[in-house]
Nanobody
Framework: QVQLVESGGGLVQAGGSLRLSCAAS????????MGWFRQAPGKEREFVGA??????????YADSLKGRFTISRDNAAKNTVYLQMNSLKPEDTAVYYC???????????????????WGRGTQVTVSS
């Protein structure tokens, strides 16, 4: 099993920045892609972005978030993934979930169902 723990959420004004972290522990050797999803009240959980463990650490983003959000992984053990969020908007308010999967390709990378492991989430609130 893999355990994921998010941190870094909080309250920020519109236009501000936040950096979320997600640390993985347990059987991380089988883990490849790590990513972020978010869920706003009354809405479906949606893909934010993901970073592959190998393949040069390739990253993928939801089209609507490109340019404002950046995902990275630690260079050493690759068991921590970060989400840097800039120019935040009130509509970015949501619970942000870290997710990981064993698949080492981009197939289904935006689909929740392909992720094996989930964190409990961290709240991000952007005030106007």
């Amino acid at each position: 099993q893999v355990q994921l723990v998010e941190s870094g959420g909080g309250l920020v004004q519109a236009g501000g920045s936040l950096r979320l972290s997600c640390a993985a522990s347990g059987r991380t050797a089988s883990m490849d892609t790590m990513g972020w999803f978010r869920q706003a009240p009354g809405k479906e959980r949606e893909f934010v972005g993901a970073a592959m463990r190998w393949s040069g650490g390739s990253t993928y983003y939801a089209d609507s978030l490109k340019g404002r959000f950046t995902i990275s992984r630690d260079n050493a053990a690759k068991n921590t993934v970060y989400l840097q969020m800039n120019s935040l908007k009130p509509e970015d308010t949501a619970v942000y979930y870290c997710a990981a999967r064993n698949i080492g390709s981009i197939v289904g990378i935006t689909l929740r169902s392909t992720y094996n492991y989930w964190g409990r989430g961290t709240q991000v609130t952007v005030s106007s």
